[in-house]
């Protein structure tokens, strides 16, 4: 009789074995249809999310290369306001430097007038001086071919003998550069 059970009993783990085989296989094939169902969203989630960091990577790197364009602007900036330091200053100064020409142009007759405009003419060069060292520099213009970038044409005048056509015959007032940019362009007459 125990073979019996026992026969019985083989029998019985046999065929939960192979029910058990059978749902494993079951099971084995609903997890791969769930996989494969869910392989398909997930692939579409992983597009989706190549697409999002690869807008955010281009975002970046426009963001950088502005942050990089500013900087080379603000430097430029920078470096022009240096050069030219002191712009308004020379302009300021230079209605000063002419009434001093005007007051040394006009004849001292007496002690009293040519120690006064010894002074003056000190005071000027020490005021040209003074521009000098800073860049400032008078543009040349008597005799010169008209440039309306440094000249500003205030009357003209029939060209005479020897002269050329479009030159400089007489400055009105001088005119002053700042390194290489005009503070004030020169006041000139030219012969036509």
Known sequence: MADKQQSSTDDETAAKAATTKQD?????QGQDA??????APKSQEVIDLEK???DFEDKYLRAEAE??????????EQATLIKYDGQQLAKDVLPVIDNLERALAVEATDDTGAQLKKGVQMTYDHL????KRNNVTEIEAMGQKFDPTRHQAVQSVPA?????AETVVK????GYLLKDRVLRPAMVVVAQ
């Open 24 to 28: 494993s296989g079951k099971t084995e």
């Open 34 to 39: 769930t996989e494969k169902s869910q392989a």
């Open 52 to 54: 999002k960091a690869s």
């Open 67 to 76: 942050v990089q364009n500013m900087q080379t602007r603000f430097q430029k």
């Open 128 to 131: 040209e001086d003074a521009l």
């Open 160 to 164: 005479e003998a020897g002269q050329d």
């Open 171 to 174: 400055v009105l007032q001088k």
